[in-house]
Structure formats: structure tokens, C-alpha cells
């Protein structure tokens, strides 16, 4: 798996979990879901992105979005 798809992968689930969180135990979950897409807008205007660092270091390839 490259980091690309890792990245995407790990920012669907981060979404899924907080939407669940937030429709059944708090609405203060939604602003995870609201980070997470920060986050996804600042990765693609920066191309930086904390958890592509993870990912490299855990030995994931190369992608064409993150090195």
C-alpha cells in the first residue's frame, strides 16, 4: 500500500468513526470530522501531512502525493 492511499484511508475512517461518535454519544465528536478536513485541505495546499510521516515511517511505499 503507498502512503497515498494509506493517507486517504486512514482520513475516510477518522470521518466514519467521528460521524458515528457524534450522532450517538456527542455532538463534540463532529469536530474531529472538522479537523480531519482541515487537515485534508491543508495536506493538499502544503503537501505536508502528519500522518504520511506515520505511514513512511511504518514502511509504507512512495506515492505521487506524498515522498
Known amino acids: ?3 497515498d492511499k ?3 484511508m486512514f482520513a475516510g475512517f ?3 468513526i467521528s460521524l458515528a461518535l457524534g450522532y450517538y454519544y ?6 474531529l470530522t472538522a479537523f480531519a478536513g482541515l487537515n485534508m485541505v491543508q ?3 502544503t503537501g505536508w501531512c502528519p500522518a ?3 505511514f513512511k515511517k511504518v514502511g509504507c511505499k512512495s ?5
Open 52 to 54: 504520511a510521516i506515520v
Open 63 to 67: 506515492g505521487v502525493a506524498f515522498k
Open 6 to 8: 494509506a493517507v486517504l
Open 43 to 45: 495536506a493538499s495546499v
Open 1 to 3: 500500500m503507498t502512503i
Open 26 to 31: 456527542s455532538p463534540y465528536w463532529f469536530l
Open 14 to 16: 477518522m470521518v466514519l
